[in-house]
């Protein structure tokens, strides 16, 4: 029977109205939506971001600026990408220091011997090769070592006592990466031979924490190491005593000439008009020397890798580009960071938004933004979608992340996905930065976050907006300094 | 008012029948149990046993056998148990082996090259000055390293990949430890070039586990190393390649000159009739060189003398003398142990109970007996004044500890407060055996479980009976020796 016509009308017209209210208010299209709800459902039982990290910790594992590594771990992202079916997968030279650690050793020769657990910071002079051998003067902040003079410090070894407190956003670790990057400056000002600090991580295990000096010379102008928190505990205790202590520091570490490593693209390239516009997914290739850069940052390669993955596979070209850059040396000084910003200063601005993952593999627990206050609708549409996921809407202050921060600086909108970083600096830039750090379930929901975000972003006709370029410094260590990024 | 006999007489009669019973079923009497309960309760807000393994940790740390710091550790033992206030105060000469560590490299160098984390085994040889670089042969217990013939393992490294799994009674190490005291043996008979071994802990830090090797010979035939649990990880995914996989292994561990070392021993000396019956608390003074041998042995050397130091304090002498003994050298062979057994072997049925602490600082869970069958009420009655602490009642098949076995096998009795060892093994024998490991409430309540059946043990009339003497062989390393000590 055909009865074409026994719907009343009244029903009709108000399914009609429906259908347009719910278009005027909704920015991402339905089929959209369906397609990244599949994607962020298949990302959260899929294998191959495990795999990614699995094959770049045990097969390449360490990957600082200009080793062996690093140059094993630039041919493995280029097989890798153009294994998986990505397309223009490429390098880009980028000059890059090359520090190489050298051995260390550090023994308390009064008032009680003792051997201490230390690992020379990135971008330290060796010691002369008889070591420095010199009474310790122990401060608990920068600010202390700066109310010090020469009177205090001259002829001795400084030691910043400061303790990192354990925090789910991870923010104990601002301060005590300042210590680590500044106090030479002011220990060496004041005529200290050496300074020593506590890590700064939270790992009570004997294993110390390294990271870069900022530095105006090459190398940086006195030795600094970081002890692990139990060594740095054993040296606070002999100082409590009241008796002068004294340590023996013997480093050999060395920066050999500049050289060459790259950044490693590959794309999914865009149809239609949109095309040529950008959805920038970043992690950083290079890592720290003491571990396998599982959490730092082959968590990040692969999550961003595994999402152009899904997408790759979903089947339908997406209509902007989405391009994966994984970035030469984020650790020494934000080389490639810097190097892309310049090589794609014209077409920054086709960079619609940027995804950056290099914060480890713990769950994402809060999905914020940086875009043009016009766009927030759409932030709000994709958090509806990765709400199920047990993610928080945060707020539009996003920083991006470091590799990201020159294109943002530029004017690119950032997306930010704040993991749980509870246990992060109980492992980051130290030797237990390995592959048994990570779940597979926790890494697989930071997947899922990306991918939905970015298809998303891929897809939808609108943008979002363009950010006012920051024209302000970088950071520096002056002592009036306060734009430090946190 | 003078009102002698106003209490009815019915009621002194119920007093008396009751106190009468009373003191039938009750072995300690009722002072003694209200005196050690009183120490069991200050035990539990006390300081002493913290500020001694901070002391001995901090002021002396690693103290292996024949050690710079093994005599260190013995000058402080001398001075603090007569700085508490410990009579006979004396050393017994203990000769132990003098065995250093040195160096240690190990790298896979095919088919991903990589730095390995490992650490020599106590007694191993070193390797030639070039190293032994072979392809690794994987097998995961010693049962399998058996069914291997010399043309499986000629020449080449045998990798020993058993896994220890975590257990609050630390269950799991006994098979681990077996495969490193043993394997090399295995390994060597079939003409291995090397054994390395995953760490016979649960750590998932970048510390290695040491501990020793059994061996006929010094120093036992071919150099063993243990791998950290990660590293472990790592050669085991490329050997899962199915590529051949090639380690370079070069170690300089040596062995010195046998020198002298010495138990620690200090008193409260019995009164009256029972003075020359001893009860004996033991922990050994000696630690692994890794760490600072914080939960093995400084913890049982503070839970042992802060008892007596709280039996001291509390004013009356006991009935019999409680002797501490910080024995020599127990991980290198219970040197001092066997010859305090040797030394005091006339007056060993005059030692009414042992005691020993060696199993780190975790709560106290179960109390437990190897005593005479018709001394089970005492038990009994000793756990009632422990179970307020959180103690349960065990079996009467306590071991005792390793330093107390040849005693215990003489015939001497002893108890055994088992703790919660689920963290043990991630600490002991590593670098990672460091003071802040300890946690101040549950070493106190160590302390208290101590002090309660130390105090008691010291004060009945009643003794705990003699074992039938033991006289089974010590461990061996054969294939088919089936009463390895658990």
């Known amino acids: 029977m055909f009865e074409p016509n026994t719907t009343p009308a009244p029903l009709i017209t108000l399914l009609l109205l429906f259908t347009t209210l719910a278009a005027q208010a909704q920015i991402i299209p339905d089929d959209v939506s369906a397609n990244a709800v599949a994607l962020r459902n298949l990302a959260m039982r899929d294998s191959i971001a495990y795999e990614l990290v699995e094959s770049l910790t045990m097969e390449v594992g360490p990957r600082s600026a200009g080793s062996a590594g690093d140059a094993a771990a630039v041919a493995w992202a280029v097989q890798v990408m153009k294994g998986l079916g990505l397309q223009n997968v490429r390098t880009e030279e980028v000059r890059v220091p090359h520090w190489e650690r050298g051995s260390i050793s550090a023994h308390i020769t009064a008032p009680f011997p003792q051997q201490l657990v230390a690992t020379s910071l990135g971008g330290s002079p060796a010691t002369l090769q008889e070591g420095i051998h010199a009474e310790v003067v122990r401060v608990e902040s920068l600010n202390e070592l700066r109310a010090l003079t020469s009177d205090d410090l001259g002829g001795k070894i400084a030691f910043v006592d400061h303790i990192v407190e354990r925090a789910k956003d991870g923010g104990g670790y601002s301060a005590a990466s300042r210590i680590r990057s500044c106090g030479h400056y002011a220990a060496a000002e004041r005529d200290a031979l050496a300074m020593i600090i506590r890590s700064a991580g939270t790992s009570t295990h004997r294993v110390p924490h390294t990271g870069s000096m900022l530095s105006n010379s090459i190398p940086a102008d006195i030795p600094a190491a970081a002890l692990a928190n139990a060594d740095a505990d054993l040296l606070a205790y002999q100082l409590k005593t009241g008796k002068p202590v004294t340590v023996h520091l013997k480093s050999s570490p060395r920066y050999l000439s500049e050289t060459t490593s790259a ?12 095309a040529d516009e950008v959805v920038l997914l970043a992690a950083h290739l290079d890592s720290w020397d003491l571990g396998t850069g599982a959490i730092d940052d ?4 692969a999550i961003v890798t595994a999402a152009a993955k899904l997408i790759l596979d979903q089947g339908d070209a997406p209509r902007r580009t989405i391009r994966v ?8 000084g934000l080389s490639g960071a810097k190097q892309y910003n310049r090589n794609h200063a014209e077409i920054i601005e086709k960079h ?14 809060k999905f914020s933004s940086r875009v043009a206050e016009d766009a927030l ?14 993610i928080e809407r945060g707020n539009n202050k996003a920083s991006g992340g470091a590799d990201l921060s020159p294109m943002r600086k530029a004017g690119m909108p950032v997306f930010g996905f704040t993991q749980d970083g509870t246990h992060y600096f109980d492992y980051h830039h130290t030797p237990d930065d390995t592959l048994d750090k990570i779940d597979r379930d926790e890494l697989n929901q930071n997947v899922a976050a990306y991918v939905t975000a970015a298809f998303i972003a891929a897809n939808i006709e609108q943008d979002f907006g363009r950010l006012t370029p920051d024209t302000r410094r970088d950071r520096t ?7 430090w990024e946190t």
């Open 377 to 390: 609708t759409i932030i709000d549409e994709i958090h509806a979608l990765l709400a199920p996921i047990g």
């Open 352 to 365: 619609v938004i940027g995804l950056e993952a290099d914060f480890g593999a713990g769950q994402v627990w």
């Open 477 to 483: 260590c002056s002592a009036t300094d306060d734009d």
């Open 325 to 332: 850059v994984l970035f030469a040396d984020e650790e020494f």
């Open 263 to 274: 950044n490693v693209i590959g794309e999914i390239p865009g149809r239609g008009e949109l």
């Open 298 to 301: 082959g968590a990040g390669v």
